[in-house]
């Protein structure tokens, strides 16, 4: 079996750049040994083409918008108004990712940076995912490091200026309605960010010919307020782990998933979970997902809210953490083990 790892451009100074979709280019039945998770790690065969066997929630963003407390705390989102920014920015995600590795290169993530094109951070002797990403700052606009924006893509700015707007509007919407549900007012959440940042990353995930031997995306919880998640049509690849058990998010056409992360399920002491996901390999063909994370500034504190402690919900996540302290545990430790860290860094027992 042919190693295409660490394709770099042979300079030793230069880290060795990681494309899983590379190593397929050549050799399609590839799969590199730092790919493979050990026997016991592995997505269950039955796992990985999951048939949706129950609807999950869907939300219509218009109804939200108009206050309509049902559709507060659900999954799916459709009718965001995003109609025209969803297209685009799937297009000009496939447009990156088919440019050639000498073109992609230039946007290459620096060693110990998650900015740019590359793979996620893995230490040494740890799996890998079957996964290339590119990753951006996209919000707020003075935070944007065009270095890394392939600008030489026709439409590539106007696609991602546009999308960003969108999914800042729907990410406001979301955080205005779970503040209310709460019992907060509507901007309570928002400003607990300080400075709202937005970060998107861009996923490309080849076909690979043993999807029972890898994860597209390790199981993992994000660790943000919330993540909105565009995926490919016609593959169900994402999952989430409900009760238990893995529960595939099959695509709705021009909707997203919304997944709440690690920093709303301290705010809410608990009451909203952190949504522990995945995404699996296929052998048909190549896919990608585009997701838009929602990212408190350095110094937001995460303390539950005064209005989730009562005596029957006594606090159990600590006060006063800063945002930053608890990005840097997190990172640290995945980076280290090859496991998804949970929230307990956050929790008081810990
Ligand atoms: O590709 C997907 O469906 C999920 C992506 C994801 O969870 C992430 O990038 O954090
Ligand atoms: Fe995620």
């Known amino acids: 079996m042919q190693q295409t790892e660490g394709l770099g451009n042979g300079s030793c100074s230069a880290p060795p750049l990681l494309s899983v979709q590379e190593i397929v280019r050549s050799d399609t039945e590839n799969v590199p040994e730092r790919y493979i998770r050990n026997p016991g790690n592995r997505p269950k065969s039955s796992d990985i083409s999951l048939v949706p066997d129950k609807e999950l929630p869907v939300i219509d963003f218009s ?6 407390e049902d559709e507060r705390r659900k999954l799916d989102i459709i009718n965001h108004g995003a109609d025209e920014a969803l297209p685009k920015i799937k297009t000009a995600t496939r447009q990156f990712f088919d440019l050639p590795l000498s073109e992609k290169e230039k946007y290459a993530m620096p060693p110990d940076h998650f900015e740019g094109y590359g793979q996620e951070d893995k230490a040494e002797g740890h799996k890998r995912d079957w996964n290339d990403l590119l990753w951006l700052r996209t919000m707020p606009p003075h935070s944007r490091n065009t270095k890394y924006w392939p600008l030489a893509i026709p439409g590539f700015k106007e696609s991602m200026e546009e999308y960003a707007t969108e999914m800042q509007r729907v990410s406001y919407e979301i955080l205005g309605n779970l503040s209310l549900l709460m019992g907060m ?3 309570f959440l928002k400003e607990l960010h300080g400075e709202v940042k937005q970060g998107t990353r861009m996923n490309y995930y ?20 919330l993540s909105l998640v565009l995926q490919e049509d016609n593959i169900t690849a994402l999952q989430v782990k409900h009760k238990g ?3 595939p998010v099959k695509p709705i056409p021009n909707a997203m998933a919304v997944l709440l992360g690690d920093v709303m399920e301290s705010w809410s002491n608990g009451k909203y979970k952190s949504l522990e996901h995945r995404a699996v390999a296929n052998m048909e063909k190549p896919r990608i ?5 929602v990212i408190p500034s350095n110094e937001a504190e995460l303390s539950p809210l005064k209005t989730m402690v009562d005596d029957d919900h006594p606090i159990i996540y600590k006060n006063g953490v800063k945002y930053i302290d608890y990005l840097l545990y997190k990172q640290t430790k995945e980076a280290s083990e090859d496991k998804n860290v949970n929230i307990d860094y956050l929790k008081i027992e810990n």
């Open 289 to 293: 997902s585009v997701v838009s994370f």
């Open 185 to 187: 007012e509507r901007d």
């Open 63 to 68: 109804l939200l918008a108009k206050g309509d």
């Open 206 to 225: 080849p076909a690979c010919a043993r999807p029972d031997l890898v994860f597209a995306l390790s199981p993992h919880c994000d660790n943000t307020s």
């Open 245 to 247: 058990m893995w529960v």
